[in-house]
T-cell receptor, first 116, second 112 residues
Framework: AQKITQTQPGMFVQEKEAVTLDCTYD???????LFWYKQPSSGEMIFLIYQGSYDEQNATEGRYSLNFQKARKSANLVISASQLGDSAMYFCAMRDLQGGSEKLVFGKGTKLTVNP | KAGVTQTPRYLIKTRGQQVTLSCSPISGHRSVSWYQQTPGQGLQFLFEYFSETQRNKGNFPGRFSGRQFSNSRSEMNVSTLELGDSALYLC???????????FGPGTRLLVL
């Protein structure tokens, strides 16, 4: 079974600085997908970025980039130039195909606070 | 395109009652998944529907059920509510073979 570990319950960053949120995963699959979602206090899960296991380059989406290190089984999210609106919970997730369908397995999340 | 919509956004029920939550996926998305989020258990998969068929169900009791209609809209039902069912229920839609699931705003259920 897939497992996602996020070891940072909370992180603080100054506005305009970069921050890295850690994510490690465990899987026996050769092909897999990793996701990052942002959850503001309103509750909605907002998709940020996706990395496929066979993608040769790290994924980037605007200020978000994914530092994918396959041998270490890590998929850290890097947010550049933090903004106050980045304050939220961040979840790392992995696709799980067991049971005949696609479901997401989530980590416990990291609460990011951006200070002015 | 409009995003995933969920109704109602907030709900208060008492123990023993039943509740129905609704989810309208992004247009063209035929897969709908449901997740429960609680402070103690985090985000847990409930079930996935595709073309009106339940493809998978998470480790939840039979009190949790769902269905999907021909227009891909989905409902989930929880019968005989318990205090522990208080949670944020999130619906997500996907357009296979694309892998990314897009979530709605969620329904916050409080069971008293």
């Amino acid at each position: 079974a897939q497992k996602i570990t996020q070891t940072q319950p909370g992180m603080f960053v100054q506005e305009k600085e970069a921050v890295t949120l850690d994510c490690t995963y465990d899987t026996s699959d050769q092909s897999y997908g990793l996701f990052w979602y942002k959850q503001p206090s309103s509750g909605e899960m907002i998709f940020l970025i996706y990395q496929g296991s066979y993608d040769e380059q790290n994924a980037t989406e605007g200020r978000y980039s994914l530092n994918f290190q396959k041998a270490r089984k890590s998929a850290n999210l890097v947010i550049s130039a933090s903004q106050l609106g980045d304050s939220a919970m961040y979840f790392c997730a992995m696709r799980d195909l067991q049971g005949g369908s696609e479901k997401l397995v989530f980590g416990k999340g990291t609460k990011l606070t951006v200070n002015p | 395109k409009a995003g995933v919509t969920q109704t109602p956004r907030y709900l208060i029920k008492t123990r023993g009652q039943q509740v129905t939550l609704s989810c309208s996926p992004i247009s063209g998305h035929r897969s709908v998944s449901w997740y429960q989020q609680t402070p103690g258990q985090g985000l847990q998969f409930l079930f996935e529907y595709f073309s009106e068929t339940q493809r998978n169900k998470g480790n939840f009791p039979g009190r949790f059920s769902g269905r999907q209609f021909s227009n891909s809209r989905s409902e989930m039902n929880v019968s005989t509510l318990e205090l522990g069912d208080s949670a944020l229920y999130l619906c997500a839609s996907r357009a296979p073979p694309q892998e990314t699931q897009y979530f709605g705003p969620g329904t916050r259920l409080l069971v008293l």
